[in-house]
């Protein structure tokens, strides 16, 4: 339209190429602005393979060998890493085990060679450990976090190569209900770290920093890996010693042979979701006692079990207060947010209406439906049911805020107060938790259940011990109605009070004081006896009458159980640091146990050093933090990922997919340009005009 | 025909006239924002050295300041930001989360945009004298060592090592205007020994 009018060439020329430029960079700008947007932090940190400094991921894949023997599990869990880089690695690698692993086992597997650990205190052990590492040697090393969460350091591992930790451990079953369970966690929900940041950080190297309440914060919080999938193969050998009528494997499909009593089965999968196999004698064949006994260096030990009777309390349960708190943190996000509003809306259900209620919901902060405890009428019912069906996750997970609300005031005259605290666990500061519960409960007991798909075990079973109540795993939506029945049965009231053991003169048994037994629930003790030749006797009170029963240890039968006892001993000591106790006398008493025992705890660790020389004086050592999968039905926060994911940058920005740089410019100076040229154009546009008409 | 001529002629204009008013605007509320970010910063930072539990700069920050950045021979201070995503950066410089604390082993990675806040790392010499304090009041000083323009595409960040080292990024070339571009300017710094304890600003909160 410019060519045919009476214009100056040079001006028209302009003014198109001006409208050029400004077209080609509006439409290019158009979708760099939602780049900028989508792509994120772009935190990486990855690092480089030209400048040789840092190597990439090392890979981990575990196998898990479970050998169970009646009440007891003896598990072999191998984890081998694999070095893909060009360096020297040092692996660090946070992993889960069960809350009551009693490991007393380390072997390093160097292709063929073979090294046996030996525990040592924890500070002597991570001082052999790194002496070992600076010489080159290479070194394996398994410490305790948590009684559930352990960290293997394995030192100078070749460009290439692969080695082997293997770790032993002994744990005793969970009987409930009639069915023996064997869970086996293979996720770690990410740690909320409550507190303010400490000026000297211990140096892990978590995505959190150590606060004044998690000292070891970075310890703890091992990042992830989103697209990780970290491989694991479970066998097991199961002789219960009994016919079974039925054995499931809970959330992995699993395929079970059998041959007489023994059944086996394999599970090929990944970090992604807790392991749990569970079996159900048969009818005829339920146990109603069993004992176990093993000799070792002369002093005898001995395991009983023993079911308290079923008919317990027969008249109706008295009134209750029922106070349900219930997580809507941020790692409560996803499929266990949904489990957990489940279950809460069916234990609504099943309020009566003499019964008074509460329902607390806490993340940062612990909100309370009603100020007071409510009675559980059609209208408070309905309120509750609407208020849980608005529940969303997110945010932290002030545990405590929401503890010391549940357990402040008490029932009225009358009413039996149960508190009923459903979460997934994921909490940094467990002791101080412990102690809340200990210090408030004040005759209430709390009923823990664990959601999701890898919830803290440690905290869930500890928490209900303090609390005299019990605690409960939903792991899948599928089972909630199932779960949660056994849980009312057991909210009912306890159907054995008043535990007592007799057992002969020097005897040294453990848990030291039973707890009251919910129905369903056998009393598990771990004794060490000056002889076999005795006959223990245990006594409660059962609704309203004496209950008597007495075991013959001359007849148990053989299990490797010593290691169990020495195991419980150790968990008795550290309630006692719980309870107030002396904790440097406590702590140097574990020590000692533990060292005898040769058994890991919080203060002592199991360490493996192959004096054959491996790396090179001259070459340089790098450590390697492996990331873990995301747990199953989870998402984690960006700022706890190794690496982001891909899906994290848009399409038009694929050239610049996942660099580990963060983008460091603005479109400032490039709208700048585009508006002083749209000013320029305008100008240009205006004066043509009034020449034109001019003209 | 005439008359219709003109018309288009004015609303051309009346439309790139609006289209550069808006980019203008646009552009210079990036500038804006950033300058301004930094007066609310500096009082977040003086309410977490003083130890307060909340030291948001504004209510819905999803970000708190986490260090004091000096370079005295350019008189250079800034507060730097935890993380380093865009809605971060727009406010002030930040430190990549996945990296190191000053003060540890590791290396500390803070980025900044290049037409703002880290317009100055152009004029960063060997030499030079970079000051890191933290919220406990302690001061991290670090010697440049050098720079280096590396490329995205082939390059990785490296985050190991046993020095106390500190990376300072921003996009290059220095005066570009391509937002995306591939190529990052680095300046790297070496520790020099921890400072002296700098006592906490005095607050009205105390």
Avoid at chain 2, 78 to 102: E, H, K, Y
Avoid at chain 2, 123 to 149: C, I, N, Q
Wanted: proline content about 7%.
């Amino acid at each position: 339209m410019f060519k045919n009018g009476p214009m100056n060439p040079l001006f028209s020329a302009a003014v198109t190429a001006l409208l050029v430029l400004l077209a080609t960079v509006a439409l290019a700008t158009a979708p760099v602005r939602v780049d900028l947007e989508r792509l994120g932090s772009g935190e990486l940190l990855f690092a480089t393979q030209q400048s040789g400094v840092y190597v990439p991921a090392t890979k981990v894949s575990t196998t898990v060998d479970a050998d169970i023997a009646g009440v007891v599990a003896r598990v072999r869990v191998r984890q081998s890493f694999r070095n893909d880089g060009d360096d020297w690695v040092e692996a660090v690698y946070v992993f889960p085990l069960p809350e009551n692993a009693a490991v007393d086992s380390l072997k390093l597997i160097v292709g063929e060679r073979v090294i046996v650990g030996e525990v040592q205190p924890r500070e002597q052990a991570r001082q052999t450990y790194e002496t070992a590492k600076s010489e080159g040697h290479r070194a394996g090393l398994v410490e305790q976090e948590r009684p559930n969460m352990f960290t293997t350091s394995i030192a100078n591992i070749a460009p290439g190569q692969t080695i082997t930790v293997e770790i032993g451990y002994s744990q005793v079953l969970r009987y409930d209900g009639g069915r023996f369970s064997w869970r086996f966690p293979l996720a770690i929900t990410p740690r909320y770290i409550p507190g303010e940041p400490l000026p000297r950080q211990s140096g892990g190297r978590g995505f959190a920093p150590d606060t004044d309440q998690v000292p070891d914060a970075s310890r703890i919080t091992p990042r992830y890996d989103a697209d990780a999938k970290n491989p694991v193969t479970l066998r097991v050998r199961l002789n219960a010693g009994f016919p079974l009528q039925e054995v499931v494997s809970r959330y992995h499909p699993a395929r079970v042979s059998h041959e007489g009593n023994e059944y086996r089965l394999e599970v090929r999968t990944t970090t992604a979701h807790d392991f749990e196999l569970d079996w159900q004698p048969q009818v005829s064949r339920v146990p109603a006692a069993a004992a176990f006994s093993e000799d070792v260096a002369g002093d005898h030990y001995a395991l009983i079990l023993l079911m308290p009777p079923t008919r317990g309390a027969t008249k109706e349960p008295p009134p209750r207060e029922l106070i349900f708190v219930i997580d809507t943190s941020g790692s409560m996000n996803g499929t266990s947010i949904e489990q957990a509003k489940q279950a809460l809306t069916l234990a609504l259900e099943r309020l009566r209406p003499h019964d008074r209620f509460n329902v607390i919901e806490f993340n940062d902060e612990a909100h309370a439906l009603f100020s007071q405890p409510a009675p559980a009428d059609r209208a408070t019912v309905l309120m509750a049911e609407r208020f849980v069906k608005r529940l969303r996750a997110n945010g932290g997970t002030e545990m405590a805020k929401a503890l010391r609300l549940a357990l402040a005031g008490g029932a009225p005259e009358g009413y039996l107060r149960q508190v009923v605290f459903i979460t997934d666990g994921s909490v940094g500061n467990e002791a101080a938790l412990f102690r809340i519960i200990k210090e408030r409960l004040h005759g209430a007991n709390l009923f823990t259940v664990g959601i999701g798909s890898a919830p803290n075990s440690y905290f869930m079973r500890k928490a209900a011990e303090f609390g005299h109540g019990t605690y409960t795993y939903i792991g899948d939506v599928g089972e909630v109605g199932e779960k949660m029945q056994a849980l009312f049965v057991k909210l009912e009231g306890p159907v054995l009070t008043d535990v007592r053991l007799v057992l002969p003169a020097g005897s040294e048994a453990y848990p030291a004081t039973v707890p009251n037994l919910y129905r369903g629930e056998p009393v598990v003790v771990s004794a060490k006896v000056p002889t076999l030749n005795s006959v223990v006797a245990i006594r409660g009170r059962s609704g309203g009458h004496e209950w008597v029963r007495s075991l013959d240890l001359a007849k148990a039968a053989h299990g490797e159980i010593a290691i169990v006892w020495v195991r419980a001993k150790v968990e008795e000591l550290e309630d006692e640091m719980v309870r107030g106790g002396d904790a440097a006398k406590l702590e140097k008493e574990i020590t000692r146990l533990a060292l005898a025992h040769h058994l890991i705890t919080d203060y002592t660790s199991l360490v493996a050093v192959d004096k054959t020389p491996a790396r090179p004086a001259g070459s340089e050592l790098h450590q390697d933090r492996v990331p873990l999968q995301v747990p199953a039905g989870q998402s984690v926060d960006p700022a706890m990922l190794k690496r982001q994911p891909k899906a994290l940058v848009g399409t038009l920005a694929l050239d610049y997919d996942a660099y580990g740089y963060p983008t460091t410019a603005t479109a400032a100076p490039l709208k700048l340009l585009l508006g002083a040229a749209a000013m320029l154009l305008a100008a240009l546009l205006l004066l043509s005009g009034r020449r034109r008409e001019a003209a | 025909m005439k008359r219709g001529r003109a018309w288009l002629f004015g609303a051309g204009a009346l439309l790139a006239l609006g289209f550069g008013v808006w980019q203008l605007a646009g552009g210079g509320y990036i500038y804006l924002k950033a300058q301004l970010a930094q007066v609310l910063l500096e009082r977040s930072w003086r309410l977490a050295r003083a130890g307060a539990a909340d030291a948001r700069p504004w209510p819905w920050a999803d970000t708190r300041a986490l260090l004091r950045l000096r370079v005295p021979r350019l008189g250079v201070e800034q507060i730097v930001l935890a993380g380093a995503s865009n809605r971060t950066l727009a406010f002030g410089p930040g430190l990549m989360l996945a990296s190191q604390l000053p003060g540890r082993p590791g290396v500390t990675v803070i980025s900044g945009h290049r037409e703002t806040h880290f317009s100055f790392l152009g004029r960063l010499r060997a030499g030079d004298l970079v000051e890191l304090e933290t919220p406990d009041g302690r001061r991290h000083d670090y010697r440049v060592e050098g720079h280096r323009v590396v490329d995205v595409r082939r390059s990785r960040l490296r985050l190991g090592g046993p020095a106390d080292e500190l990376v300072l990024i921003t996009c290059y070339p220095l005066g570009g205007v391509h937002p995306l571009g591939p190529e990052r300017y680095l300046v790297y710094a070496r520790a020099v020994g921890q400072g002296a304890y700098l006592p906490p600003p005095s607050s009205s909160r105390r």
